[in-house]
């Protein structure tokens, strides 16, 4: 059988590789490994030397995954975390019987916590973390299990384990709209002020997006009212100050308790709106396999 060794890449190259891939960035990858960007970028050159075959689009001073990059990611990402796992294993630090979930903070917050006392009673065996975060996984700062995220933020190469779906529609509080007849018509919105999660970039609709995707020819102009995190948004809507953009699966209990109302029947339905990952090496763990079936149970309906 012939050596696997005249098959492999450079294995020095590799390591700058699977960082680059996971953030999806040369910037970031250099300062998790301590070295410069020039050195990264070297790197990646050589192995893309070696293959004959780009694995990264290098455009206006930004990178991204090629098909192949995105493939090779993975296989390089998976591969360096099972030596990982089994060196830790071996140096006597076992991690068995917990799971890490990353988790959006909107998410984490108005939708993950109501329903986790529903995954300890049924898995009491498994120790869950859940790391909140408003950066999405190509900047994770630690190992995780599982990640949960808005499918349209950038994700490098880390391996889809499935899609859900979600519905966005407008909301407010019911004090906003005292005396009016209801369902507004939707050109009837832009008259109230729009409260918007407006970052750079933009990676999940928005108000003219919203407007556009209904058939209307309304824009949100100079109505608009921006907030740096969503949760901050649909705060300003319940106090009152205008109309909010919300996802079903974030706003359904607040239009349960009447803290928020629908004000139009127009709405949006995105299939695959929210993406769930595993993190390298990670998918084959019977703590990650239960946290991943329970959370397409819930992610179902």
């Known amino acids: 059988m012939r050596s696997i060794a005249r098959h492999l890449p450079p294995l020095a190259t590799l390591r700058c590789f699977e960082a680059a891939a996971r953030h999806e960035s040369f910037t970031l990858a250099a300062d998790e490994l301590g070295l410069t960007q020039a050195a990264v970028s070297k790197q990646v050159r050589q192995l893309e030397q070696d293959l004959g075959a780009a694995l990264f689009e290098r455009r206006n001073r930004a990178v991204f995954l090629t098909e192949d990059g995105r493939r090779l990611g993975r296989t390089v990402s998976a591969a360096l975390g099972?030596?990982?796992?089994?060196a830790t294993r071996i140096r006597g630090r076992p991690e068995a019987g917990e799971a890490i979930l990353l988790c959006?903070?909107?998410?984490?917050?108005?939708?993950?916590?109501?329903?986790?006392?529903?995954?300890?009673e049924r898995h009491p065996e498994i120790a869950l973390r859940v790391v909140s975060t408003l950066q999405p996984v190509t900047e994770a700062t630690q190992p995780y299990d599982v990640a949960l995220q808005t499918a349209s933020r950038p994700a490098g190469s880390a391996a889809l384990a499935f899609t859900a779906g979600d519905e966005i529609f407008p909301v407010c509080a019911p004090s906003l709209l005292a005396g009016r007849a209801l369902p507004l018509p939707p050109e009837d919105l832009a008259g109230?002020?729009?409260?918007?999660?407006?970052?750079?970039?933009?990676?999940?609709?928005?108000?003219?997006?919203?407007?556009?995707?209904?058939?209307?020819?309304?824009?949100?102009?100079?109505?608009?009212?921006?907030?740096d995190s969503f949760p901050l948004v649909l705060q300003a809507a319940v106090a009152g100050q205008g109309m909010a953009l919300g996802w079903r699966r974030t706003v359904d209990g607040m239009l349960s308790e009447g803290k928020l109302l629908r004000p139009c029947r127009a709405s949006v339905v995105r299939p695959a709106e929210i993406a769930v990952y595993t993190g390298p090496a990670n998918a084959k763990r019977p703590e990650t396999r239960a946290l991943l079936n329970w959370l397409a149970e819930e992610l179902r309906d």
């Open 82 to 86: 099972d030596i990982a796992a089994e």
């Open 104 to 120: 959006q903070l909107c998410e984490a917050f108005y939708w993950l916590m109501p329903r986790l006392s529903r995954f300890h």
């Open 192 to 227: 109230y002020p729009l409260l918007a999660h407006s970052v750079a970039p933009q990676a999940w609709m928005e108000w003219d997006d919203w407007f556009a995707a209904i058939g209307s020819q309304q824009r949100a102009g100079s109505r608009l009212r921006s907030f």
